[in-house]
């Protein structure tokens, strides 16, 4: 059972509930989840949180819960290397990246750097280097290891077990919203521009985006506002006020029969409760232009390929190369082919307060078959990254919440808009959530 870290934290001490974490952090559910961990320095933070309540000094944002790092965000005297051995005997980071220094500041305890798929690289969350977690969500209704989701896979397995309340992690095409759904978590995608990605190591410069795993809506908008330094303006919209539009070109493709069961459930329930849900069919979305990560991850690992490709995970080293090839001219004309198709479908969103979509088409599948085959990965992979990745590609913004029954694996509703327009994913996911939990 995991602790309750957010409505216990104003009945008990920050100490006692790192106690919690670092308890669950030692598990076996988490025997991969971690390349290393910060339980001394976390208990000197959460110590520290518990002075400043006695001398009745104002409480932080974060007050000494537990969060996770994902092995790509510079954590002063930590060795970043992104789930790589390549990496691995580069000096500690000199400093904090902002993303970190945020949530230092905001009293955050840094409990351990997360395992990840190498470099970011793979919405499946697999790492040949230092195992891949299984999923703690499925391991309750399947015997079989599941995959977690990724890139983010540690900081979502972390937050799912309880070692953590929330996980920082990135998101270029679903690294944040892709466990979240494989695991039954809430993943916020916010506008890329909106949190600093310097000092994290890079895999599409266009795309990243700096973003948490958390367990509720209410926790996703906190840790929002502590990674953007801003407060976001939230409406309180009630569902019977909301216009929301499920586009049916691409992201209804290919459901499995769990999916398509918990999305047209949870459609079903948003309607009785008085939401206007159109269906509409957003073209668009099938004339999506390539994707700008192979390119600039070229651009990044060139160097490095050159004389350690043999280091690499194989799979992640060919996805990579693919963008040797890409000339300065293609990659000029991608510009102008990614800004013209973003007018276009923001066109065809207008009058509606978001998009809905399953997060991903399929629940996580058996880990074993696609660590031993090529094919049966990158089949997955893709259809992982599939619906997440277009909102990357817009430029915009997106909420994975769960909304799966009981006893049925987990699977992610998402809510999503344009660029900027994150306040409004976030009320109106707040507004979802409630009614699909039976708050409202």
């Not at 070692?163 to 993943?187: E, H, K, M, Y």
């Not at 992201?251 to 159109?278: H, K, N, P, W, Y």
């Not at 799966?404 to 959530?433: F, K, Q, T």
């Amino acid at each position: 059972m995991t602790p309750d870290l957010t409505g216990s934290r104003d009945r008990t001490t920050a100490r006692a509930l790192l106690d919690a974490c670092i308890d669950a952090a030692r598990s076996d559910a988490n025997r991969h989840t971690f390349v290393s961990t910060s339980f001394s320095a976390a208990a000197t933070t959460a110590l520290a949180i518990d002075a400043r309540r006695a001398a009745g000094e104002p409480a932080l944002p974060l007050a000494g819960l537990a969060i996770s790092v994902k092995d790509l965000f510079d954590v002063r005297g930590e060795v970043t290397a992104a789930g790589s051995t390549v990496l691995a005997k580069n000096p500690p980071a000199a400093a904090d990246c902002p993303a970190v220094a945020r949530l230092r500041r905001a009293g955050a305890a840094f409990i351990a750097r997360t395992n990840m798929s190498e470099f970011a690289f793979s919405g499946v969350g697999i790492n040949p280097h230092f195992g891949t977690p299984a999923n703690p969500a499925t391991a309750k209704l399947d015997a079989e290891p599941r995959i977690p989701g990724g890139s983010t896979s540690g900081g979502a397995v972390s937050v799912a077990t309880g070692a953590a309340w929330a996980a920082l992690g990135s998101d270029t095409g679903g690294s944040i919203r892709i466990p979240a759904a494989l695991q039954g978590l809430v993943g916020f995608k916010n506008t890329a521009r909106l949190t600093p990605t310097f000092g994290a190591i890079p895999l599409s410069t266009t795309l990243d985006t700096a973003c948490a795993i958390t367990r509720s809506v209410r926790d996703a908008v906190l840790l929002h506002e502590v990674l953007a330094a801003r407060r976001v303006a939230l409406a309180g919209q009630p569902i019977a006020a909301l216009r929301l539009a499920v586009p049916a070109t691409v992201m209804l493709d290919a459901l499995d029969t769990s999916v398509a069961r918990a999305f047209e459930r949870a459609l079903a329930t948003l309607r009785a409760a008085g939401a206007q849900i159109d269906e509409i069919a957003l073209p668009a979305l099938a004339d999506v232009p390539p994707s700008f990560s192979p390119p600039e991850a070229w651009a990044w690992h060139r160097r490095l390929l050159a004389t350690r490709q043999a280091e690499y995970d194989p799979r992640v080293a060919m996805r990579i190369r693919r963008g040797e090839g890409v000339s300065a001219a293609d990659y000029i004309d991608l510009l102008h082919a990614r800004r013209a198709w973003i007018a276009r479908v923001e066109a065809a969103m207008t009058g509606f307060d978001a998009m809905l979509s399953p997060t991903v088409p399929i629940v996580a599948p058996p880990i074993a078959p696609l660590i031993a085959r090529d094919d049966a990965f990158f089949a997955t992979n893709a259809l992982l990254l599939r619906n997440p990745s277009l909102v990357n590609m817009l430029d915009g913004c997106a909420l994975s919440l769960p909304c799966h029954a009981d006893g049925e694996m987990p699977v992610g509703l998402m809510v999503w808009g344009g660029a900027l327009r994150d306040d409004s994913v976030l009320d109106v996911s707040l507004a979802i959530e409630a009614v699909l939990t039976g708050a409202a």
